[in-house]
């Protein structure tokens, strides 16, 4: 469940990236190409219930799996907390934090997020990310730090798409998934992409209650060329409820409400029903 839709459905696309002229340089193929579900099985001896709920929120019957601590949309021009942030607008992209291109370097934004619950097994960190403008991935790339802890998403070039990139570093896992294909959304007369990026994060990583998080945006040519701006942040407390109420959790949430790394679709959900969302 980590990245496929609950609707069972999985689409994957192979990118073959060469500067050669012609098939007789360079080309690529594939091949064996096999596909295996796994299942998550209880264990045979459940463990007892607790008698009481560890978890941020408490409920009578068991446990919630994600409890919302942060959500910014910058639509209130607001930087609370932001070092080096700044407020850009455009109609395809709303407010958001941005506009950081080659000549903003040396001021990487950055923000410490506290009062996540030291008792979570995970925080789950996602945003927007806007790719904007001509971006060649030979030479443009996003780099997002957690703590001391550098995460590389790679490059990005404005005449491909990026999306069902997947990447782990420091027991820190992260899947990106773009909104639509690469299109001219604004700014400059160049493609422009959406990305969603959800990362998981490790309890170890913020066992003080914080966790700092900063954006670099890594290109090479001036603003009316190529920039990065982010957008629709959220710092999310996941627990895992199976470890905690045994194999036998509560009716309240299925086995798909309590997956091993962020899925969107019931994360919202989740967060839904138990109305920790604003």
Known sequence: HNYYALSGSVKITFQVQTNGVTIEDESGGFDNIELTAKNNCPRPTPAPRPTHNPTLRPTPTGCNPFSLVHEETFEDGSLLGWTNGRIESSPNFSRFLGLFWRDTAALIP??????????????????????????????????????????????FDQDFDENGRTGHESGITWFLQSKDSPQDLGFSRFHDQIHHVVMTIPNNIFQDGEMTVSFEVRVNESIVDESGGFDNIRVVAKYDCFRRLGATASSQFDQGDMMESGDEGALNQVLSRTNLRG
């Open 110 to 155: 950055s923000k410490t997020y506290d009062g996540l619950p030291t008792n979570a097994d995970w925080a789950i960190f996602e945003f927007d990310f806007y790719e904007i403008d001509s971006w060649d991935s030979l030479h443009d790339k996003l780099i997002v730090t957690i703590d001391s802890w550098d995460i590389d998403l790679g490059g």
